[in-house]
């Protein structure tokens, strides 16, 4: 396992738009967390799974997002009628259900709405 | 209102010195903190950690420090090389609380510069 994968690295879409970013966590993490980092900023958490279950969602997530992580697996992030203030890195972390293991990232996706 | 601070935006130290890079954090519920080192274009990578159990913990040239009356913690790198230079972010997390998703607030970054 080589770690958090995330596709695509790169979007490029149209205002109005919807986008979907894929996240394959560390296998064996059952805890993913999705986070956004804008120019300047530290990531920002957005929401957190463990297993299939989303027990958190930060008020940064407007209900023009969803994520879902069906199996327990791979998450999908998605952003429908996107708008220019979306423009921002989509970063995808998993850790152990342990309390003081760290959280792996992923390469994150950089989301550019024109 | 930022419940972690990194006040400095960036930093420049000599190869071979010691770079010291500052974190201050507001929430007394915070019990457990990180730093992760961030190259341009791409995601964050751990560093080191540290519970609140404890006030040093050390990993090679990494050492960090917390200083919990302060609400403090410091990261030393000793000594810097070029392959250092990133941006270093401080993160914190409320593990104690009962279950909850250990999430992370992050600083804002200092961008550390290791000049040959």
């Known amino acids: 396992d080589t770690g958090v994968s995330q596709d695509p690295r790169h979007k490029i879409t149209k205002r109005g738009q919807n986008v979907t970013f894929r996240c394959d966590p560390i296998s064996e993490h059952n805890r993913l967390y999705w986070y956004r980092q804008t120019l300047g900023q530290g990531p920002e958490f957005l929401t957190y799974f463990q297993n299939e279950a989303q027990l958190e969602k930060s008020r940064l997530l407007s209900d023009r997002f969803s994520a879902e992580r069906p199996k327990g697996s791979f998450s999908t992030l998605e952003i429908q009628r996107t708008e220019q203030g979306d423009s921002a890195m989509y970063l995808c972390?998993?850790?152990?259900?342990?309390?003081?293991?760290?959280?792996?990232f992923g390469q994150g996706t950089r989301l550019t709405v024109v | 209102d930022q419940q972690v601070k990194q006040n400095s935006p960036s930093l420049s130290v000599q190869e071979g010195r010691i770079s010291i890079l500052n974190c201050d954090y507001t929430n007394s519920m915070f019990d457990y903190f990180l730093w992760y080192k961030k190259y341009p274009a791409e995601g964050p990578t751990f560093l080191i950690s540290?519970?609140?159990?404890?006030d040093k913990n050390e990993d090679g040239r990494f050492t960090v420090f917390l200083n919990k009356s302060a609400k403090h913690l410091s990261l030393h790198i000793v000594p810097s090389q070029p392959g250092d230079s990133a941006v270093y972010f401080c993160a914190a997390s409320a593990r104690s609380s009962g279950a909850g998703s250990y999430q992370l607030t992050f600083g804002k970054g200092t961008k550390l510069s290791v000049i040959p």
């Open positions: 540290i519970s609140s159990i404890k």
């Open positions: 972390a998993s850790s152990l259900g342990t309390r003081n293991t760290e959280a792996f």
